[in-house]
């Protein structure tokens, strides 16, 4: 069967704290092997990432963003723009560390400050290996999750590849559905970013 490709409208943004993991999931998605490789993400890269869906492979735009803090949104300038041109985020926390956890609250309210259409929003924790540095229940997440009226809540590991291949089949099924939904002409419906909404 031949490969479907979404339109950039349907794409995927992955936001969190510095070193959560966001650029180890992409790179496990892709390679099916864990990069222990440490750089540091300094602006929006986007990729195109191939997901198998009901017999075809279908390729979507994940981008990857710069670490963020809360008290310094250093990168927020390039990443809350992203908002606008996405479908599904995936807010992503480390396990093992609680602040990267606590931070999901405020990005999640950026969100729905700049946002008013409709986004699918993944809680996302990664580093679940780590099992004996939890710092971060499962308890936790899925309170969270539901406390912020997220989509839906996983624990990964983009280390052994635990749910990595899950999370993005139910991305991927996600933007499908909403392109369906959607019609493949129209441009997404824009709401505009102002700076008193903008939490940067
Ligand atoms: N044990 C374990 N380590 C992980 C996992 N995912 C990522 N790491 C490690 O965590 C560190 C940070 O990973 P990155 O992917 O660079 O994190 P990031 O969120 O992209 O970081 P920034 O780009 O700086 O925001 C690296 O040393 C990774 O090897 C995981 O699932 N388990
Ligand atoms: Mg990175």
Do not use: W
Request: glycine share 4%.
């Amino acid at each position: 069967m031949a490969d479907v490709t979404l339109p950039e409208r349907a794409s995927v943004l992955i936001i969190g704290d510095f070193n959560v993991g966001k650029s180890t999931l992409i790179k496990y998605q892709r390679t099916k092997k864990f990069d222990d490789t440490i750089i540091p993400t300094m602006e929006i890269e986007p990729s195109i990432i191939s997901v198998p869906v009901n017999g075809k492979e279908l390729n979507i735009t994940v981008k990857d963003s710069p670490g963020m803090k809360k008290d310094s949104m250093k990168f927020g300038r390039f990443v809350f723009p992203e908002f606008q041109k996405c479908a599904v985020i995936f807010f992503v926390y480390d396990k093992t560390y609680r602040p990267s956890f606590d931070l999901i609250t405020d990005l999640k309210q950026n969100v729905d400050d700049l946002i008013n259409r409709r986004m699918e929003c993944f809680l996302v924790g990664n580093k679940c290996d780590q099992t004996n540095e939890e710092d971060v229940t499962l308890k936790d997440g899925k309170d969270r999750c539901s406390e912020l009226k997220m989509d839906l809540f996983i624990e990964i590991s983009a280390k052994e590849g635990t749910n990595v291949e899950e999370l993005f089949h139910k991305a991927a099924l996600c933007l499908k559905d909403m392109e369906l939904h959607f019609g493949s002409t129209k441009e997404l419906p824009k709401s505009e970013i102002t700076p008193k909404n903008c939490r940067c």
